[in-house]
């Protein structure tokens, strides 16, 4: 078992999604302290793209500040150790093929171990295409977390029987963003195949941002991911910014805690 998965043991998890570097490197070191002091779980930093193909327009807006912010790979690494002087809170990286691949597999891999990431969510890398980076994920310990989505309706037991640390069950077709129809049959039906092959544990994302949301899909998967919501407290920003996020993981991760 991943020590992603071993967060997984005995509680119901929430995973909030924060993009590097927006609007500042000080911004989301901050974010990140909170969230983990709060209740989060496990913390899905972003790194900022230039074609975001699986995100909404307020995670493209918040890689649009990063950008002006001058967020560059090595940047999102540095904010990494900071954090790490902070918190041990796991983290993973939402992140694209080709940055990785520029950087070079490998040393990615390697930087990440060193630093503490324990996973990669990478939206635009499809089962069939991991094996140019999976030997260096294992070599350096971390875990490749798949995404399962309603368009995977013929390959769920295969990209199930590939994971680890947790996997990513999108809740609906589209981009991320606030959504208040989510289809929870659909999702229990998922799940209860995933369940079928492989004890990795599952994670809802897309679309989630209300407490009483989180509380019902936390009754059919092992974690939360929220995004869309999260990020769009910090474009707000204000003085109160962390007390604003401190309130809302209390509410998620309460909300989520009656379905252990």
Same mark, same amino acid.
């Given at each position: 078992?991943?020590? %992603? ?29 909170? %969230? ?16 975001? =193909?699986?995100?909404?327009p307020v995670i493209q807006k918040a890689d649009l500040r990063a950008f002006k912010a001058g967020?560059?790979? @090595? ?42 990431? &324990? ?7 499809? +089962? ?18 798949? %995404? ?20 990513? =069950? ?18 229990? @039906? ?19 941002? &209300?407490?009483?949301?989180? @509380? ?11 995004? &869309? ?11 109160? %910014?962390?007390?604003? +996020? ?15």
């Amino acid at each position: 078992m991943s020590n %992603l998965a071993e967060v997984f043991q005995n509680k119901k998890v929430f995973i909030p999604f924060v993009v590097a570097d927006d609007p500042d490197i000080e911004t989301t070191v901050k974010s990140v302290v909170t %969230l983990a002091e709060n209740g989060a779980d496990i913390v899905e930093l972003g790194i900022p793209f230039s074609d975001p =193909v699986a995100d909404g327009p307020v995670i493209q807006k918040a890689d649009l500040r990063a950008f002006k912010a001058g967020v560059r790979t @090595e940047v999102v690494f540095d904010i990494v150790k900071k954090i790490r002087e902070q918190t041990q809170v796991p983290l993973v990286f939402l992140t694209y093929l080709n940055i990785v691949f520029k950087y070079g597999y490998s040393e990615f891999c390697q930087r990440c171990q060193k630093l503490g990431v &324990s996973g990669l969510v990478i939206p635009d890398l499809p +089962l069939e295409e991991q094996e140019e980076i999976r030997p260096s994920a294992d070599k350096f310990g971390i875990d490749l977390i798949p %995404l399962i989505a309603p368009t995977s309706e013929g390959r769920i037991e295969k990209i199930a029987e590939h994971a680890s640390g947790f996997i990513y =069950v999108v809740s609906s077709l589209g981009v991320t963003g606030v959504r208040d129809d989510i289809a929870k049959q659909k999702l229990s @039906e998922t799940i209860q195949r995933v369940r079928k092959v492989t004890n990795v544990p599952t994670a809802i994302g897309f679309g989630i941002h &209300s407490p009483e949301q989180a @509380e019902t899909l936390a009754g059919i998967a092992d974690g939360i991911i929220i995004g &869309s919501a999260v990020v769009q407290i910090i474009s707000e920003g204000g003085t109160d %910014l962390q007390d604003k +996020l401190a309130e809302y993981t209390r509410s998620i991760k309460d909300a989520i805690s009656v379905k252990i």
